[in-house]
């Protein structure tokens, strides 16, 4: 299966800014998901988009999607060091197959 | 909340040993899944299950079996580990649906030496 790619690689911002990460995948989908990683630890799930949905907010995260440039985009706004954790873009091709995840986005969050 | 047990955080063994790591989830979850997360190649799927007794092969099943006798259980194995298959190990779990949203374990840091 072919990953997606979140870009940029590693962010580092002061706390209270907004965090920006993009994804760019492949192939049609589904849904596209985000999930956070901290260090050492297991995913969780943080927001799904669905293909025919541009936009989705959920607290301060905020993610949009253009699938006729198959691209992503997570906006986490004011920014707290709690935020620092690796985040991954996840897209769905068709129902219940397998999710295909990006490499991630180190994010750091100084205080 | 959904729980996935993952049954050892740390794991060390030696090449040629045979090495078994275990998941249990406790939310009646159809699907599971395994991966292995290296740095700058993110997470590689490696082997699921829709149901039991059922397995699939991910993206990089040579050197690894599965077993999935009960619904809550899904076993990683590795036959014979060798230094290769020094990761991270994550398992998942998800219900059949329109969201396949996938729960996570925290983790199995496998070093083979």
């Known amino acids: 299966s072919q990953q997606g790619e979140e870009d940029p690689q590693a962010l580092s911002i002061q706390e209270g800014e907004n965090a920006t990460m993009n994804c760019s995948y492949k192939?049609?989908?589904?849904?596209l998901q985000w999930y956070r990683q901290n260090s050492g630890r297991g995913l969780v799930h943080l927001i799904l988009?669905?293909?025919?949905?541009r936009e989705k907010h959920s607290g301060r995260l905020r993610v949009t999607l253009d699938t006729s440039k198959k691209s992503s985009s997570l906006l986490i706004t004011a920014s707290r060091a709690a935020d620092t954790a690796s985040y991954f873009c996840?897209?769905?091709?068709?129902?219940?197959?397998?999710?295909?995840f990006g490499k991630g986005t180190r994010l750091s969050v100084i205080a | 909340d959904v729980k996935v047990t993952q049954s050892s955080r740390y794991l060390v063994k030696r090449t040629g040993e045979k090495v078994f790591l275990e998941c249990v989830q406790d939310?009646?979850?159809?699907?599971m899944f395994w991966y292995r997360q290296d740095p700058g190649l993110g997470l590689r799927l490696i082997y699921f299950?829709?149901?039991?007794?059922?397995?699939e092969k991910g993206d990089i099943p040579e050197g690894y079996s599965v077993s999935r006798e009960k619904k809550e259980r899904f076993s990683l194995i590795l036959e014979s580990a060798s230094t290769n298959q020094t990761s991270m190990y994550l398992c998942?779990?998800?219900?059949?649906?329109?969201?396949?949203?996938?729960?996570f374990g925290a983790g199995t840091r496998l070093s083979v030496l």
């Open positions: 192939t049609s989908i589904n849904n």
């Open positions: 939310m009646d979850h159809e699907n």
């Open positions: 988009i669905r293909s025919n949905e």
């Open positions: 299950s829709y149901d039991v007794k059922m397995k």
């Open positions: 996840a897209t769905e091709a068709s129902g219940n197959t397998p999710l295909v």
């Open positions: 998942a779990s998800s219900f059949v649906g329109v969201k396949n949203i996938q729960y």
